[in-house]
C-alpha cells in the first residue's frame, strides 16, 4: 500500500539523485542545482512528500505552485500536483497506483475543487496516467525558460476515477 509523508532530507538527497533515460532524461536534476533542489524539496510551503510502499522509497509528489512550470497560464484556483517516480519504476504500471495516493491526500489535506498538472507533452505516458484518473486537456503552452511545450491538465474532485476520501 502507498503512502505519502513529508519528505527526508535523506529522500530528498536520494530523488536528486535518479537519473532517467532519453527522452526523460529532461527530468534530470543539473549537478549545479542539486543543493537548491534538496532546499526547495525540504521547504513546509512547498508540500513534498515521500511516496513509499513500506519502507521503500518509490516516488515524490509536490502540492501547490511549486508543481507549476514557468509560462503557463495558473489563474484558476487549483491544487497544482507534480511529482516523479523513481527511475528503475518508471514505465512499469505504477504511475497510476502513486496518482490514486496522491490525489486522495491530496483531496484530505488541502480540500480543494480542482486538481490541477502540468505535463511535457513528448510525456505520452503520464498524460494516459492522468486521463485515466479523469484529468482532461485545458492547454497548451511552450515555456520559453524550459524550452519546450507543456500541456495543463484539470480535473475537478468531484471527477476524479479514484476514491479520494
Sequence with gaps: MLTLQAITQAQAEMAVEWTYPPPYDVYNISVSSKSTTVESFLR????????????EFVAFRCFGPDAQVPGGDYSVPA???????????????LGGSVLSAALKFGAEHFAPQLFRTTV???????????????????????SHILGRSYIVMTCP????????G
Excluded at 80 to 85: E, F, S, T
Design 157 to 164: 474532485v468531484s471527477s476524479v476515477k479514484c476514491e479520494v
Design 79 to 93: 491544487l497544482d500536483m507534480g511529482g516523479g517516480i523513481r527511475p528503475d519504476l518508471t514505465g512499469r504500471g
Design 44 to 55: 513546509p510551503d512547498y508540500h513534498y512528500y515521500a511516496v513509499t510502499n513500506g519502507p
Design 120 to 142: 511535457a507533452d513528448f510525456n505520452l505516458r503520464a498524460l494516459r496516467v492522468c486521463e485515466k484518473m479523469g484529468y482532461e486537456r485545458s492547454t497548451k503552452f511552450f
